[in-house]
């Protein structure tokens, strides 16, 4: 590793540390649903206060298929989660982009 480089790879190396402190990524949407159980004499029914839940479902494309999946509480948990890091992987990942062109270009500035 080249020692002038040091100031121009911070930024890189400090991206590196967060991508490596993920631990669970994953894409697609949670919703967390309230539902009518179809029982006829349910207070569900007519009371929105009495509806069941709440239940979890997990949408995402598998093999370019819409795949909806019910999850446990923790399960959400977990998952919302590994939502936010997957989002914040693809900041991290364009600012890791940026960066390198910078470097590469040599257009990086230096903070005065
Ligand atoms: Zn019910």
Redesign the pocket.
């Known amino acids: 590793m080249k020692k002038e480089t040091g100031e121009d790879t911070g930024r890189i190396e400090e991206i590196k540390r967060k991508i490596s402190a993920m631990d669970l990524i994953c894409a697609g949407t949670l919703q967390k649903r309230l539902k ?2 179809g ?1 006829p004499y ?3 029914l007519t009371d929105p206060e ?1 509806l ?1 839940g709440p239940y979890y479902e997990w949408t995402r494309y598998v093999d370019g298929r819409l795949v909806h999946k019910t999850l446990s509480p923790d399960q959400a948990q977990m998952l919302e989660q590994a939502i936010a890091n997957n989002r914040e992987l693809k900041a991290l990942l364009g600012d890791w982009r940026h960066e390198s062109a910078e470097i590469i270009l040599g257009t990086k500035k230096t903070k005065a």
């Open positions: 009518t159980c029982r349910c207070r569900c009495a069941h």
